[in-house]
């Protein structure tokens, strides 16, 4: 489903009291917009991105032709409506996501997602508040002690159906946030767990912690995985083949139980080996008979869950596959994005390659495929 992600990047970050506007501070090598763009590009299909005025041309050298730079507006509120104004009408969701939030993880947005996938209108993370909270008067008097266990620190992407922020920005309220508009509709908000990581960078002390986090992220562990698999050219010159995540119209199916998709199950048992959770056979094997006949994009899609499940997120996978036919070469791409879209946007890179007429490959008995797979704790 279409997601879109607006991040306004539009202030001047006066707490941070930097040279340059907030969003192009530094931050272990790249700027926080860079940092912001990374994390959510996995998940969008459009990003619109709010810049201060005057600043356009430099934050589109910065971030590459396929985000979308609008002028930002005076306010926070004013630049996402100005992000808003761009989201194509066939977008499903909107993200809207602060640059000075720079950190908050791909996963983040996924959960996000995830609620409106289930049929929530708006979402947002949320942190519990450890200290005890006061309303003040102007006059810095207490006026109410709310209960502590009530409150929630909201933190971005807050997640909406486009209708739903379409009509919050129709009221032309202003606010720190685009729950608070959606809250004025009595539309209920669903609230999910935040993270640490997705604190705002709004003071030099912020930039301290944000670095930690960062530099916590070089030492998290990585795992690598291996996979292979093989399959026979089935007899029956009628039965369908099904390659990387694409059906292939004129070419001989393989045989198996499932679809055969050697190379989507080698992906598959990479990742499950890195992961430390057995392989094809141990999680969707004949025990599983809801899985007989499952397409290669189904198994990814689960094999996703279960090496979210156990902590980790992927960092890219890579599969060769090897064989006389079909020619990969001029659907690589159209495969790269089948298999990534059914890994939740992750990284895949694909190759092929034929043995010189040599083994079962080379006599065109079959085809094979071998993967790698590296993922990290999260
Ligand atoms: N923002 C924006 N347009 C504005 C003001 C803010 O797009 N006119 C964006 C900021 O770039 C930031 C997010 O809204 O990504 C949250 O705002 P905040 O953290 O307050 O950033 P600044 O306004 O830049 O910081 P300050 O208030 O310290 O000046
Ligand atoms: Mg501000």
Redesign the pocket.
Known sequence: MSIAVI??????????GAKV???LVQLGGRT?IEH?VANMAPIADQIIV?A?AGLEGKFQELLGSEVTVVT?????T???AAGLRLVSKDMKFVLVH????ALASTDLARRVIKELQSGADAVIPGLKVSDTIKRVNLDSFVTKTPNRAKLRIAQTPQGFTRETLVIAHKTQSEA?DDAALVEELEIPIKVIFGEDRAL???TPDDLIRAERYLLGDEHREMRVGIGTDAHAFSADPSRPLALAGLEWPGEVGVDGHSDGDVAAHAICDALLSAAQAGDLGSNFGTSRPEYAGASGAKLLQETLAIVHAAGYSINNVAVQIVGNRPKIGPRRQEAIDAISEALGGAPVSISATTTDGLGFTGEGKGLSAIATALITRN
């Open positions: 991040i306004p990047a539009g202030g001047s970050g006066e707490r941070l506007p907030k969003a926080l912001a709010a201060p930002g507006g005076i306010t926070r004013e630049s996402v602060d640059a000075a939030r720190t705002k960078i709004t």
